[in-house]
């Protein structure tokens, strides 16, 4: 994090495929972006021209039944966002502008990885401001049924803490603990992909959902074996996607987390409970920049000054 300056796409890149809700075909491009642009979707009309805009922000948050939907006032503009924001923000990237024809970002293989490799064909650059970053000064928790979701102080980056829990041979109990960098994100994380239940299939279709769902894109789960030829890409596939999600979600706090994220048996509904519940405490975060300064040990902690105070949260 140290010196750590803002990024973007050294140029365009477009990518193609299928909404996994939605069924429909999808053409997206990003495009290289100015300082604190941050992560800005634009819906492209049928004539070519650039209509509504938003930022890939929590308050741009409409749906997180099944994908997390952003949108506006006029309605949602794209759905099934994390997996692209949790490339962009899984390998750094701060500013890029997506151009999206079509009202769901494609599912591709059903991972992050089509849009790592997408973003390693453009190619990243450093840009001149610093980067900013949320900083979590004190542990906000939020707790739906028997799912918990804890944001808390970390000094060392992004670490994520994810257990599931399936009553299914398959799945069970499945626990991923990491720091997330872009590494890491790449060689654990980018290729584990979605997965359903054949037993929900007609309920979803009934619903208007998973109308582009396919073995090539899904990971399909019976009561008793997988369905994909290719089975599992991970043992613990499942466990891996979800800290995919939960990577993708909490890029809708704006800026990089320097946190500790606890998640047990969550989901989008639970990321986005936990993110907004964080936002709206204006106590337990404040905003840090890059600091060029060397790091200077505080007495007892072993690693400190890694970022400089930009603005905090208003205290009483």
């Not at 053409?27 to 290289?32: E, Q, R, V």
């Not at 922000?57 to 749906?63: E, G, L, N």
């Not at 900013?132 to 994520?160: M, N, Q, S, W």
């Not at 929900?200 to 619903?207: E, G, I």
């Amino acid at each position: 994090m140290k010196g750590a300056k803002q990024t973007t796409l050294r140029e365009q890149v477009t990518v193609s495929g299928t909404g996994v809700h939605s069924g429909l075909p999808v053409t997206l491009t990003m495009h290289p972006a100015d300082d604190d642009t941050g992560i800005v979707f634009q819906r492209v009309n049928p004539d070519g021209t650039v209509g509504r805009e938003i930022r890939a922000d929590v308050r741009a948050v409409t749906a997180t039944e099944f994908a997390t939907v952003l949108g506006d006032a006029q309605g949602p503009l794209c759905s099934t966002a994390e997996h692209l924001l949790a490339a962009l923000r899984g390998l750094g990237v701060d500013n890029v502008v997506i151009e999206i024809d079509g009202p769901e970002v494609p599912i591709m293989d059903g991972s992050a990885g089509p849009f790592v490799a997408a973003l390693d064909q453009a190619g990243l650059t450093s840009r001149a401001q610093p980067r900013r970053y949320i900083e979590v000064v004190k542990p906000v928790r939020v707790t739906k049924g028997d799912a918990i979701g804890e944001l808390r102080p970390y000094a060392h980056g992004f670490r994520i803490e994810a257990e599931i829990a399936f009553d299914h041979p398959l799945i069970g109990r499945q626990a991923l603990m990491l720091d997330v960098t872009p590494d890491v994100f790449r060689r654990e994380i980018a290729r584990a992909r979605t997965f359903g239940f054949m037993k929900d299939v007609a309920r979803l279709w009934s619903a208007g959902y998973a109308l582009g769902a396919n073995l090539d894109n899904t990971l399909v789960v019976t009561e008793d074996r997988i369905l994909n030829p290719d089975g599992l890409r991970f043992s613990d596939e499942f466990v891996r996607h979800k800290v995919l999600d939960a990577i993708g979600d909490l890029a809708l706090a704006g800026l990089p987390l320097i946190a500790c994220y606890s998640t047990l048996r969550g989901g989008h509904r639970l990321n986005y409970a936990v993110l907004s519940a964080l936002l709206a405490d204006r106590t337990a975060w404040r905003v840090v920049e890059g600091s060029t300064e060397p790091a200077r040990r505080m007495r007892g902690q072993g690693r400190a000054g890694l970022v400089a105070p930009a603005f905090g949260p208003e205290r009483s």
